[in-house]
């Protein structure tokens, strides 16, 4: 049992590139989430998603895409990377659609530098 | 919308010591509340988590929190740290039913 699999694990981008960042899971879960950490700031919400065909913005959703084509995938699409999205990128899964009375399983995260 | 504070950004104890981290946030209405750490290098991890009943929880690792609702206040506890707690601590709150909101972080250092 894998758990939460991100993929790369480390990444550098130039400016205006574009990219996606992995994300998978084999627990079946319906809720799966992408995160961003920056010091001193915490993990601030990207994107969510409570279903296959289902996903909606979290705190910072400026400058990233996401779908949930399958329960098990949830990509997240940078369009064209700035320096300002240097940063780790988590991404967390949970058992139910909704975050009610269960717990976020987390990813080793990827590691992204834009330059 | 919903928000987390946690007061102490930095924190540095010595072995034995006793540790108190805190966390506070702005929701009145009934919250799902976590504390994860996170290890050098690593991913996030559960600690504990509260969802209804004993305001007291117990975690892994000899942690505790108390959930005080006319506080707004989840507090970490920990009687005696050891080397092996030093870690970034985080606070998370449930706001609504979708969205997981963490607080800064505490980085704590623990000496020998």
């Known amino acids: 049992n894998a758990g939460v699999t991100q993929t790369p694990k480390f990444q550098v981008l130039k400016t205006g590139q574009s990219m996606t960042l992995q994300c998978a899971q084999d627990?079946?879960?319906?809720?799966m989430s992408w995160y961003r950490q920056d010091p001193g700031m915490g993990l601030r919400l990207i994107h969510y998603?409570?279903?296959?065909?289902?996903?909606d913005q979290g705190e910072v959703p400026n400058g990233y895409n996401v779908s949930r084509s399958t329960t098990e995938d949830f990509p997240l699409r940078l369009l064209s990377a700035a320096p300002s999205q240097t940063s780790v990128y988590f991404c967390?899964?949970?058992?139910?659609?909704?975050?009610?009375?269960?717990?976020?399983?987390f990813g080793q995260g990827t590691r992204l530098t834009v330059v | 919308a919903q928000s987390v504070s946690q007061h102490n950004h930095h924190v540095i104890l010595s072995e034995a010591a006793s540790l108190e981290l805190g966390c506070n946030y702005s929701?009145?209405?009934?919250?799902?509340l976590f504390w994860y750490v996170q290890y050098p290098g690593q991913h996030l991890q559960l600690l504990l988590k509260?969802?209804?009943?004993?305001?007291l929880v117990k975690g892994i690792k000899g942690f505790e929190a108390e959930f005080i609702k006319s506080k707004f206040s989840f507090n970490l506890r920990k009687p005696s740290v050891q080397w092996s707690d030093t870690a970034e601590y985080f606070c998370?709150?449930?706001?609504?039913?979708?969205?997981?909101?963490f607080g800064a972080g505490t980085r704590l250092a623990v000496h020998p």
């Open positions: 967390a899964s949970s058992p139910s659609g909704s975050l009610v009375s269960t717990e976020a399983f």
């Open positions: 627990m079946n879960h319906e809720y």
């Open positions: 998603s409570v279903g296959a065909g289902i996903t």
């Open positions: 929701y009145g209405g009934t919250v799902n």
């Open positions: 509260y969802f209804s009943g004993d305001p």
């Open positions: 998370a709150v449930t706001s609504g039913y979708n969205k997981l909101i």
